[in-house]
């Protein structure tokens, strides 16, 4: 199963991403996170499967979690709210976000993806 990378393509840190997937000759199946935002669904398996708090997943730098001021909103949220929430745009997901068979990992951390693609 080829990795799965959720992108948005004008991200400076998507396309250094997707540079390195390339340099590295390594295949993935690259999705958009704006047009094909993931499901509420997907993201609980996918954080389920990552070990991380579920914090990790929003893309806390985004003008869309700054104008929902968000970072006061979500301790007070219960997990179903929070993934419905990251379900409703893909702008409020941290990225890219790489998906492969057993591992989860929202942003670009080199070594962590060198491990475990």
């Known amino acids: 199963m080829k990795p799965q990378v959720l992108v948005y393509r004008k991200c400076s840190t998507c396309q250094k991403a997707l540079k390195w ?11 958009s996170i704006k047009e094909a935002n993931p499901t509420a669904e997907e993201l609980k398996e996918w954080y389920g499967r990552s070990g991380l708090p579920l914090k990790r997943f929003f893309n806390t730098s985004g003008n ?3 104008e929902l001021k968000l970072k006061d909103k979500l301790a007070d949220m ?3 709210e929070q993934l419905c929430l990251l379900a409703s745009d893909g702008m409020l997901v941290k990225r890219p976000l790489l998906v492969t068979k057993d591992y989860v990992c929202p942003g670009f ?3 962590l993806w060198k491990e475990h693609i």
């Not at 997937?21 to 999705?31: D, K, S, V």
Request: hydrophobic share 20%; net charge negative.
């Open 78 to 80: 219960t997990e179903e």
């Open 109 to 111: 951390k080199e070594e």
């Open 21 to 31: 997937l390339e340099e590295n000759q390594i295949a993935y199946e690259e999705r």
């Open 64 to 66: 869309l979690y700054k």
